[in-house]
């Protein structure tokens, strides 16, 4: 909730190579951290996501990492893949059911 | 698995005209939600609701704005006279208590 700032905006990876987007917050009081991903004309789908008592969530080629003390996590996808091109959000919510507030998204291109 | 369904896909509609978003949640799901997305912009809350009432609204859900769960199972977003600046997609979703929150399809709405 309130400032929550992605990095990079924009990112270009070649197929095979890992792929990490950052996300900062300014709300001490978030304790539910989601990514969520969306493709063209698609909608959002939450792909991975962690409670603030867990330092790493690890599903396949997705994890996320939490550092609550610098108020900050990030999305880690290893051996992109084409189908892994869409824009992501992280959305740092109080509560699961808390609205979201999405930001601008970073912009993820897989290059073969 | 469960889904997040909605109907129409697509509506177009005049300007001036009203128009009816139709959702229907998870079935056991608490908690709906509206958001809308125009295009090329990021994902913007409008309105949640829950226990029959609305528990929040942004400054976008003016007055021309309204949802109502009719019965059991719809959830819908009502806007009563379109401008232009309506154009958008439209996604709901629902939770459950404390859960991520599940996101339909969407209705693309195009206002002429």
């Known amino acids: 909730g309130e400032n929550v700032e992605q990095h990079p905006s924009t990112l270009s990876v070649q197929e095979g190579d890992s792929a990490v987007i950052k996300c900062t917050y300014s709300d001490s009081a978030s304790n539910y951290f989601p990514w969520y991903k969306q493709e063209l004309g698609k909608r959002p789908q939450l792909i991975i996501d962690i409670r603030s008592n867990v330092g790493e969530k690890k599903d396949q080629r997705i994890a996320v990492t939490l550092n609550k003390t610098a108020k900050h996590f990030s999305l880690h996808i290893t051996e992109t893949q084409p189908e892994d091109s869409a824009v992501y959000f992280c959305?740092?919510?109080?509560?699961?059911?808390?609205?979201?507030?999405f930001g601008k998204g970073t912009r993820l291109h897989i290059l073969p | 698995e469960p889904e997040v369904t909605q109907t129409p896909s697509h509506q177009v509609t005049q300007m001036g005209q009203e128009v009816i978003l139709r959702c229907v949640p998870i079935?056991?799901?608490?908690?709906f939600y509206w958001y809308r997305q125009i295009l090329g912009q990021k994902v913007e809350f409008l309105v949640s609701?829950?226990?029959?009432?609305?528990?929040?609204k942004s400054e976008i859900f003016d007055d021309q704005l309204s949802v109502e769960r009719p019965d059991g199972s719809n959830f819908t977003l009502k806007i009563r006279s379109t401008k232009l600046e309506d154009s958008a997609m439209y996604f709901c979703?629902?939770?459950?208590?404390?859960?991520?929150?599940?996101f339909g399809p969407g209705t693309r709405l195009t206002v002429l």
């Open positions: 609701f829950y226990n029959n009432e609305i528990s929040e």
């Open positions: 979703a629902s939770s459950y208590s404390y859960n991520e929150q599940f």
């Open positions: 959305a740092p919510l109080r509560n699961r059911d808390d609205k979201i507030i």
């Open positions: 079935s056991n799901h608490l908690y």
